[in-house]
């Protein structure tokens, strides 16, 4: 098998497109959909439904598809091991991180990754938590940095770099806040929240699909009432522009109580609800010496 050919009809897929592809292969569009009609006519089947829209694969194709990905991913790792057997210190290394504070892990973590492996060519990827386990499993993507509970881990392999409450935010204006800020006593960093006295006020929430939101509804769910959710967002930075205006109420991970502005108060709940920082790799796939070095100073950076 042309492992050349291999690489075109996955992008194909991943595209679901042949104009994507070719794009992003820096092939022309007519080259890429001969490789595609050369290998259909060896194998004496078409691999993809061909729409106006997109291109999905037939039963053959997602066949194919599959052991191709799994064949490219024995490469992979077998260059991966050769390169640490030999300390080429090269290849490639492929990173998943969350929109936000990943982008800001990153932009801190990588000087010091590229002065210890300058051979390593660093793909990054700014994908949700649930985009990023999809990936890993299908051997798209190395490592993804996530933030998750325990029962929203996949059968794949991760690492905890830590841990990470999560807290109540109010504008400082509402009545309750001074309140509940009066109850705050000196062992603990933050007053604790009587979320009720909130139920009749608008909340800004993170999007339905991420993570923290799963918590969030359970932390509303055992306070007793539903919230009333003035919007919903995919950045904690937005929760913190809408409770700063005094539009709403949050709930947002510790790294953002860190660097509050001013004019919003903080509350722990009475459970002290967290979630865990952790480095999400593939089951059984194998951690090249410069994967680990990323994720030590990816724990480094968080602790």
């Not at 569009?29 to 694969?57: C, I, T, Y």
């Not at 969350?98 to 010091?112: A, D, I, K, N």
């Not at 009720?196 to 993570?211: A, D, G, I, R, W």
């Not at 920082?277 to 968080?302: C, D, P």
Request: hydrophobic share 40%; aromatic share 10%.
């Amino acid at each position: 098998m042309d492992l050349k050919q291999i690489e075109y009809i996955v992008k194909i897929d991943d595209e679901h497109s042949i104009t994507r592809a070719a794009e992003k292969l820096f092939v022309t569009q007519s080259a890429l959909n001969q490789q595609l009609l050369r290998l259909e006519k060896e194998l004496g089947a078409p691999l993809f439904h061909r729409s106006k829209v997109d291109m999905r694969p037939t039963e053959i194709g997602q066949v194919y598809l599959d052991n191709a990905r799994e064949i490219l991913r024995i490469k992979q790792r077998t260059y991966n091991l050769i390169n640490d057997m030999t300390d080429a210190k090269k290849g490639r290394l492929s990173i998943g991180f969350t929109p936000g504070r990943g982008s800001e892990m990153f932009t801190h973590v990588y000087p010091s990754f590229h002065q210890a492996y300058p051979n390593v060519i660093v793909e990054p990827h700014e994908l949700s938590v649930h985009r990023q386990q999809q990936m890993i499993s299908q051997g798209n993507l190395d490592i993804g940095f996530q933030t998750l509970s325990e029962r929203q881990r996949t059968d794949s392999e991760y690492i905890k770099l830590g841990e990470e409450e999560i807290f109540l935010l109010v504008p400082s204006i509402h009545p309750a806040a001074e309140q509940l800020a009066a109850t705050q006593t000196a062992s603990a960093p933050f007053p604790i929240a009587n979320l009720t006295l909130f139920q009749y006020e608008p909340f800004v929430l993170m999007y339905k699909e991420s993570t923290i939101r799963a918590i969030t509804d359970e932390i509303f769910r055992k306070s007793g009432f539903t919230p009333n959710v003035l919007f919903e967002t995919a950045s904690n930075n937005t929760v913190l522009s809408m409770i700063e205006a005094n539009l709403c109420c949050g709930v947002v991970p510790e790294y953002y109580v860190r660097r509050l502005p001013k004019g919003i108060s903080c509350f722990a709940f009475p459970t002290h609800p967290s979630w865990d920082i952790a480095a999400n790799y593939r089951k059984n796939g194998y951690l090249s010496e410069a994967a680990k070095y990323f994720i030590e100073l990816v724990r480094n950076f968080w602790t």
